[in-house]
C-alpha cells in the first residue's frame, strides 16, 4: 500500500482511551455471538459492540480485535429492541420498532409503533450488518441512521488484562466515497487493517441518502412513504495490509482484507445455512423423544464446525469464544475425544495439527521440550513481538498423554490406518517425553514446573494460580503431581500397548504395559487418601499429599486407573453433598476453606470435567451415576441461551436457589462444553467401539425419566454407519439396532 501522505493518530482521540486493557468488561450483557473460520463477533443482544473497548465485546480476526466499538441508533438513539435471536447456523435477527417517543410525543397521539428495524447479521468472509426499515405510519417518515466504529486493534493478551510498555502505531483513519478504512502497525512488523464499507444507498439520494461519513462512523438520512422499505448494508472486513516475515516456527501466514465482493444477505444467508447443513449431515443425527434435547444436541453439532479455525492450511478446532479461539492443544484432544460418537474429524484433525507443532527441541523460554505436545499457539501481535511466548507455548503436562489417549480412541472409533500410521512416529516421541522428560527427578511420576516466569504457574486443566490448593486454601508449590495426570499417563501406555501389540511389535508393547502397572501401584500408594475416601489432587514439591477434595480424581475412572473398589469410592465422593451442586459436580468440593463457588477452579461446575466424570463411571458399570451427571447438567442447560453449556458455571447449591448461576467472563461456546454432550450420551448409553474388530458394544444402557427414547442416525464405527434406538425401561434402556450401512459391523448389547 502506498504510505505517502499517511498520518498517525493518538488512541485518546481516536479511540477516547489508550491501553485496552484497563477498559471495563460487559459482564452481565446477555451475548449475541456470529463465527465463521477466523473472524468472530461478540456483541451485546442488540448487535452493538458497546461500551466501547469492553474487554468481552468486539470484532476479531484471529487474535487482533478489529471493532472495538459497533453502536447504531436511530434518529439519535437507541431502537426499542422486540426480539433477539441467533439460528444453530450463526446467523443473527435483532427485530426493533421505532416508537412516537422518538419524536417527542409523549402524550401517544402517534401510534406507538410506525417503524418496523430488523438487523440481520452474518459472517463469512467479512461481518455483514444489514439494516432493513419497514415504514407502517400512515403518512411518510423522515429519520436518519447512524453507526459509530472504532478499532484499538488489541491484542487478545490485552484485552486479557496484560499491560504494555509499548503500542503499535495507529494511523488516521482513510475516509473513500462509501468506506473507511482503519490501520495500525502493529510492533510485530505487520499492518493491521479494518475496512466499513457501506452498500445499498442509492446514487440519487432516494429512499436513502449516505448524508456523513467519516473516521468514527456513518449517518443515512431516510425518506419513506407508507409501506415503503429500504436496505442498508454495512459490510467490515479485516485483515493485514502489509505482512513482516518471521512469525511463529518461520511460518508466515498471511491473512489479507477481503476485497470488496458486494452479494445479497440473502445469499450469504443460504450458503452460510449451506455449508452448516453439510457439516451437520456427515455428523450422527441425534433425535430424542425431548425435543429441546435435540436442539441442544443439533446445536452442539454447529458448534463444532462454527470453532473450527484454519492455521497453515489445516483445520483444527479452537478452544471457545471470546478469550480462546485459537488451537489449544489439551482443549483440542479433550473435545476430540468427545466427539467421537459425533463428527470423529474434528479428532483426526486436533491430532494432525498437534503432532505438527510437536516439541523439537528444549527451550526453556517456551516451556519446549522434545515429544511434547504444544498447549497454546497465538497469532497475534504479542506473540508476533516476542512479547509472549505462546509461538506455541508447551506449557502443559497433559496435552502429551492425551494426545496419545485420542490416538487410541480415534482408531478403535474409524480403524482409520493411514492416519494412525503417519501419527505412529509422534506417538512414539510423546512416549518418549513421558520417559525422559515428565520425570525430572526420577520418582515414577509426572510432575511439572515451569521453566520461564511468562509460563503457566500451574500446567493441568485448572491452571490458574490457585488451582491447585490444599483444603485450607494454601497452593500447592511446584514441582507438582497431578493426580490425574498419572490416570492419564497410565491410560496412554495400557493403549500404546495394545496398538503395538496389534502391529505386531510385542516387546514393546509388554514393556509399556509392565511401565503402566508400575505407575498405577505408585499411584495407589501416595494418592489414596483413606478418611477422605478419595484420592489427592496432587503431591507437591515435598512430595506432601495435596488433600483438598476436588474433581481430579474423577479422571481416575475415565482412566481406568484404579481399581472398581477405588472407584466407587471416588464416584461416591463425586456425587456426595460437598460435591455434588444439584447442578453437577463441583471442581473442589464445599466445606473446605479452598472452596469458593465463584472462583475460576475452585468450586465452580465444569461441563467437561463433568462428562470425563460420567465416562468414567459408566465405564465401571455405573450408568444410573453417570445419568445424574446428565440430568444435572441438562436441568442447568435450559437456563443458558441457545441450551448451550458454558466454559462453567457458579458452583452455589441449587438448594440455595432454582436457577443455576453464571460465571462472568465464561466463553460461550466453549468446544468441549459444547461436545460434552456427545461424551454423555455415549456415557449413558454405555458405548464402546473396536472398529478394527468391527465390533459395537453397548453395555448396560440407561435413559433418565425425562428422556423417554433416543435415537442416533448414522454412528460411524470404521466404515460402517449404524442406526440406533434406545428406549428407556424400568431398569436399563432397550436397544435396537435399526439399520447398518456402509459395511461390516456387529453391535452387542449386554444388559
Request: charged residues 25%; aromatic residues 8%.
Amino acid at each position: 500500500m502506498d504510505d505517502r501522505g499517511a498520518v498517525t493518530a493518538r488512541p485518546e482521540e481516536l479511540l477516547g482511551y489508550a491501553d485496552p486493557s484497563d477498559r471495563p468488561e460487559a459482564t452481565g450483557v446477555d451475548k449475541l455471538v456470529l463465527k465463521r473460520g477466523n473472524l468472530f463477533l461478540v456483541a451485546n443482544r442488540l448487535g452493538d459492540v458497546t461500551p466501547a473497548g469492553a474487554r468481552d465485546l468486539g470484532l476479531f480476526l484471529t487474535d487482533t480485535r478489529h471493532l472495538s466499538a459497533w453502536r447504531m441508533s436511530v434518529s439519535g438513539g437507541p431502537p426499542l429492541c422486540l426480539s433477539s435471536q441467533v439460528s444453530s447456523d450463526y446467523v443473527a435477527q435483532v427485530d426493533f420498532t421505532v416508537t412516537s417517543l422518538h419524536e417527542g410525543d409523549l402524550l401517544g397521539r402517534e401510534p406507538l409503533n410506525y417503524v418496523h428495524l430488523r438487523r440481520d447479521m452474518l459472517i463469512d468472509d467479512v461481518l455483514v450488518d444489514r439494516l432493513v426499515l419497514t415504514n407502517f405510519q400512515g403518512r411518510a417518515v423522515d429519520a436518519w441512521i447512524a453507526l459509530e466504529w472504532a478499532a484499538d486493534f488489541a491484542d487478545v493478551f490485552e484485552i486479557r488484562g496484560a499491560r504494555r510498555r509499548e503500542r503499535g502505531t495507529y494511523h488516521a483513519p482513510r475516509v473513500e466515497r462509501d468506506q473507511v478504512v482503519l490501520r495500525y502497525d502493529g510492533r510485530d512488523g505487520r499492518r493491521y487493517a479494518t475496512e466499513v464499507r457501506v452498500r445499498g444507498v442509492g446514487p440519487d439520494g432516494a429512499p436513502a441518502a449516505l448524508a456523513s461519513l467519516d473516521g468514527r462512523g456513518a449517518r443515512v438520512a431516510l425518506h419513506l412513504e407508507p409501506a415503503e422499505h429500504v436496505e442498508v448494508h454495512f459490510a467490515v472486513a479485516a485483515g493485514i495490509d502489509r505482512g513482516a516475515p518471521g512469525r511463529a516456527r518461520g511460518l508466515d501466514e498471511e491473512r489479507p482484507v477481503p476485497p470488496a465482493a458486494p452479494r445479497p444477505f440473502a445469499s450469504r444467508a443460504s450458503a452460510t445455512h449451506e455449508a452448516y447443513s453439510a457439516y451437520a449431515a456427515q455428523a450422527t443425527r441425534f433425535v430424542a423423544s425431548n425435543d429441546l434435547f435435540t436442539s441442544a444436541l443439533e446445536q452442539a453439532v454447529a458448534d463444532l464446525k462454527a470453532l473450527t479455525v484454519y492455521h497453515f492450511g489445516a483445520p483444527v478446532i479452537s478452544a471457545g469464544i471470546p478469550w480462546y479461539t485459537c488451537p489449544f492443544g489439551r482443549d483440542a484432544l479433550i473435545t476430540g475425544y468427545e466427539a467421537l460418537v459425533a463428527q470423529p474429524e474434528v479428532a483426526r484433525d486436533a491430532l494432525r495439527f498437534l503432532a505438527r507443532l510437536q516439541g523439537e527441541r528444549d527451550d526453556p523460554t517456551r516451556d519446549e521440550e522434545p515429544g511434547k505436545i504444544p498447549h497454546e499457539i497465538r497469532f497475534g501481535e504479542m506473540a508476533a513481538a516476542g512479547e509472549v511466548p505462546h509461538t506455541p507455548y508447551y506449557g502443559s503436562v497433559d496435552s502429551t498423554p492425551l494426545f496419545l489417549v485420542l490416538l487410541s480412541e480415534y482408531d478403535l472409533w474409524t480403524d482409520d490406518h493411514e492416519t494412525v500410521e503417519a501419527l505412529l512416529p509422534a506417538a512414539e516421541r510423546a512416549l518418549a517425553w513421558m520417559d525422559r522428560w515428565a520425570d525430572p527427578d526420577d520418582d515414577g511420576l509426572v510432575e511439572y514446573q515451569r521453566r520461564t516466569p511468562q509460563g503457566l504457574r500451574n500446567q493441568g486443566w485448572k491452571d490458574s494460580h490457585d488451582g491447585v490448593p490444599f483444603a485450607d486454601g494454601t497452593p500447592a508449590e511446584p514441582p507438582i503431581a497431578l493426580v490425574e495426570v498419572q490416570g492419564y499417563c497410565i491410560d496412554a501406555r495400557r493403549r500404546m500397548a495394545a496398538l503395538l501389540r496389534r502391529m505386531g511389535r510385542r516387546s514393546e508393547a509388554q514393556a509399556l504395559v509392565a511401565a503402566a502397572r508400575l505407575h498405577a501401584e505408585r499411584l495407589e500408594g501416595r494418592y489414596w487418601m483413606e478418611g477422605k475416601g478419595t484420592y489427592a489432587i496432587a503431591l507437591d514439591r515435598d512430595e506432601r499429599q495435596v488433600d483438598a477434595v476436588t474433581s481430579n480424581p474423577g479422571h481416575l475412572l475415565f482412566s481406568g486407573a484404579i481399581s472398581d473398589a477405588r472407584a466407587r469410592q471416588v464416584a461416591a465422593s463425586l456425587l456426595g453433598r460437598e460435591s455434588w451442586s444439584g447442578w453437577g459436580i463441583r471442581t473442589l468440593a464445599a466445606g473446605q476453606r479452598a472452596y469458593n463457588p465463584l472462583s475460576y477452579h475452585d468450586g465452580t461446575v465444569w461441563p467437561h470435567d463433568n462428562a470425563l466424570c460420567a465416562m468414567g463411571m459408566s465405564a465401571y458399570g455405573m450408568t444410573r451415576q453417570a445419568g445424574q451427571v446428565l440430568t444435572g447438567l441438562w436441568d442447568a442447560a435450559q437456563h443458558f441461551r441457545q441450551l448451550r453449556m458454558p466454559e462453567l458455571f457458579c458452583g452455589l447449591s441449587r438448594a440455595a436457589g432454582q436457577f443455576p448461576v453464571s460465571y462472568p467472563v465464561a466463553c460461550s461456546p466453549q468446544a468441549w462444553s459444547s461436545a460434552a454432550w456427545f461424551l454423555l450420551v455415549r456415557a449413558v448409553l454405555g458405548l464402546h467401539a473396536d472398529a478394527p474388530r468391527r465390533t459395537l458394544r453397548v453395555v448396560q444402557p440407561w435413559l433418565p425419566p425425562w428422556l423417554d427414547e433416543l435415537v442416533l442416525h448414522g454412528l460411524r464405527v470404521g466404515p460402517a454407519r449404524a442406526s440406533l434406538r434406545f428406549t428407556r425401561g424400568k431398569a436399563n434402556a432397550f436397544a435396537e439396532v435399526l439399520e447398518i450401512q456402509g459395511g461390516d459391523l456387529k453391535v452387542r448389547i449386554e444388559v
